[in-house]
């Protein structure tokens, strides 16, 4: 198929709607669910991984949990041709993105890929700048269902107006993609993103730490907690098809079942995106059972999608409430020490509001049975107060229901 008339085509069938493009509407209505391949394997990807972590997924529990995309982050492309149509490596994707998309779909998923606003990407590979629109008709060609867009090699550039370029250009290929940005946070885009992604990173990047700072000299990479406190002031941004992306999940890259159990928990209280970035073919039993909780899922894609607030912290014990559809909440109790914490908590004597979502517990009158999430166990109701001793970097996550 010749691919400067597909262009020319494509141009003048949707000219006429660019000046009111939109991001694809209907999408990510829940927080996206999947695996991406970079916290795990950086370039090193190739079209064997991305086939093996897809049967993976659909074999492992991961997929009847909830996960369905499979992306793949930079460093599979190879050059543009001289009409500037990007092409994968040839070494490493010999059968084209194309014929792995297929094989993706022929397993129940979706596949995604990565671009970068700039001229080249973070890993030195062709950008986007320029091409937008070429890469948008080249990536629906391919059956690309979810888009990362980068922010390497962008300091020239006003965000808004890149990422709303790539928006356009998706809307204008007619194949409804996922649009994730990852500017990482550095120009506010709670403010003004909502209207052009589907989700946006709010810091920089993650790495399998509880609590730290990674520091590369002119960059940082941050641990869970630091990623968890710059997300509290920005819950009003998130909702069903906008999306508050604090990173992908170090869930088995390295951390203690501990802080792997903590960092789910707070992910999906976050109403965050569960992108996991690990390595799918070889899980073991803890990372499994972390990945796949479906109480803790369930918490994550609730449809009201509301995030959790911060109800209470003292000596290093948080406690957060989010509430849930049908009148339900659920309750997270983390422990930033690294000493077990012993907690007591008297329903009845405790005023939880929310005045973004105008709800109420209303514990005095109202009682709620209690389940424990990771036992999978009941724990009583409301009735009787609650007391639990919590492992250090650990949490005790609840569901309380009407």
Known sequence: MKKLPLLLLALATFSGGILHAQKFEGLALTPPMGWNSWNKFQ???????????ADA??????????YQYVNIDDCWHGVRDVQGFIHPDTNRFPSGIKALADYVHSKGLKLGIYSD???????????SRGHEYQDALTYASWGIDYLKFDWCNGEDLKAQGAYATMRDALHAAGRP???SMCEWGQNKPWLWASNTSHLWRTTTDIYPCFDGTLDHTNWQQWGVLRILD????????????????????EVGNGMSVNEDRAHFSLWCMLAAPLISGNDLRHMSPETTAILENKGAIAIN???LGIEAFVYSATNGVEIWFKPLAGGDWAMCVLNRNKDAQKISFDWKNENVTDSFSSRDTAFATTTYAVQDLWTEKDAGTTQEPLTAEIPGHDVLLLRLKK
């Open 117 to 127: 606003v700039g001229n080249q990407t973070c890993g030195g590979r062709p950008g």
């Open 230 to 249: 710059a997300q509290k002031p920005l819950r009003a941004a998130a909702g069903p098809g906008h999306w508050n992306d604090p990173d992908m999940l």
């Open 57 to 66: 997924m659909a074999t492992n529990g991961m997929k009847d949990a909830g």
């Open 177 to 179: 993609m996922v649009f």
């Open 43 to 53: 370039c090193d990807v190739n079209e064997d991984l991305i086939r093996q972590t």
């Open 301 to 303: 894609q609730d449809s």
